[in-house]
């Protein structure tokens, strides 16, 4: 390991998981490198729907606390949309009950009431105000707020983890822990969607379409976001244009004017599913630590600032040698 010193840290993993995680450390004191494979804008992070909201993680409870907390940063975040992203926007979530979300939210959402049957004619529905994150925007504010904390980050495949010369590392690999981390308990859970040019759509919507399949809304500056799948153990990273034309029918269910809307991109990731997130440090032979933190599903945006705060906590149990969280 040469000179590096105690405070070393490498970071592998470049999603919004391995980002939060490293801009933490730096902000903390420590000194950063991160290591990904390629750049954020290629990243399963930045396909993401990337409304706050719980989606296919666990263990429940810890989520929940990682959820408020990141909740707590979006909202700080959302002063300043057009610099990282974040907006706080209304929207409905169908089959959600007030009374219930208020409960698990420990009152953190204001204005939470049922939606009418004009926002959502399709049934019971949730409206609510909450964090849309506009990942093309993201993840570049996040990369930038780590080298201004003086972390590096360096394009790199990693086979092993044995390769990170520094005495803590991080993994953050999502699927890639298959390897990695030798877990075949992480999947990939194959979500498409399709980007029209938005036909003046303000608000989100959430909910299950005519087939019973998944549909959701998000407008974003200048599109709109259409999805989507939730299709497990597929590894295929193409699009499918049944499964397009699918997607475009069930959203025009509910907003028939999206049906003419001019396509302008089609997506997919690969959301690294697992039983529960994996989020615990072990201690190698040699004296070194790797904290494994990865397996957050579709999740990953929701519990970011919550879950890295913790990961950096098992990294460096003595505590942080710098300033909370510059500027939140």
Partial sequence: MGT????????????????????????????????????????????AGALWWPYHIGPVASARVWALRSLEVYERLAGRPEDTGVRLVEGVMGGAEPDAVAAWTAGRLTGLRPATAREYPAGRGLWARLPLIDMAVHLPWLRERLLRAGGTVEERAVGDLAEADAPVVVNC????????????????????????ENPG?????????PD?????LFPQPGRLLLGGTAEDDDWSPDPDPAVAAAIVRRCASFRPEVA?????????????????????????????????????????????????????????????????????
Avoid: K
């Fill in 4 to 47: 590096r010193g105690n405070d070393d840290v490498i970071v592998v993993g470049g999603g919004v998981v391995g980002l939060v995680t490293a801009v933490v450390l730096a902000e903390r004191g420590r000194r950063v490198r991160m290591w990904t494979r390629e750049p954020a804008e290629r990243t399963t992070s930045a396909v």
């Fill in 260 to 328: 003419g809307a001019r396509v302008l991109e089609h997506r997919v990731g690969l959301r690294p599913v697992r039983p529960a997130v994996r989020l615990e440090r072990e201690v190698l032979p040699d004296g070194r630590s790797v904290v494994h933190h990865y397996g957050h599903g579709g999740g990953g945006v929701t519990v970011a600032w919550g879950c890295a705060e913790e990961a950096a906590g098992l990294a460096f149990p003595a505590g942080p040698t710098g300033a909370r969280l510059q500027g939140l």
């Fill in 201 to 209: 759509i303000r608000t989100w919507l959430v909910s299950t379409g």
């Fill in 212 to 216: 019973g399949e998944l549909a959701y």
């Fill in 173 to 196: 690999t999502g699927l890639g822990a298959r390897d990695l981390a030798a877990d075949g308990s992480v999947r990939p859970q194959r979500g498409q969607l399709v980007v029209v």
